[in-house]
């Protein structure tokens, strides 16, 4: 009976450790998903800004062409500001996908950290009930 007691208690260590160590990896993948994650989405609103500065001054170029050349360029610089505008919308979907991948990497985030926090508390109270059967086994010595 005692030794089929210690063989679980063993096989319950086991699995503990297993777990903590599983959540403990799986909060760290998660961090660093989110770490990417937020590193992609800023490059993607800085690439986003600077697409529509240049939006930007590609239309003022267009209102500012003299009436002289104003056909030619005005093609040009219209097709110019229709490529820019199709960039910038194409940067705002890619940034709005990034979002949305950040979003559910902070869900899987917090999911990981909240089981990492219940495996420590688990792993306390069964340090405890080792110390208490200790205790136990010395007293009847």
Partial sequence: MKKEISDKFRTL?????????????ASTRLAMQHARLSERLKRSNE???????KLKRKSMQLTEVSKATAE????TLDLQVKKSKKSVS??????HKIRIELGKAKHDLANARHHLTHALHIDRALEKVDVALAKRRAAKR
């Fill in 47 to 53: 690439q986003i800004r600077r697409r529509q500065e």
């Fill in 72 to 75: 030619k360029t005005h093609k």
């Fill in 13 to 25: 260590k086991i699995a503990k450790r297993d777990f903590v160590k599983v959540t403990q990896q």
């Fill in 90 to 95: 194409d940067a705002k979907r890619e940034a």
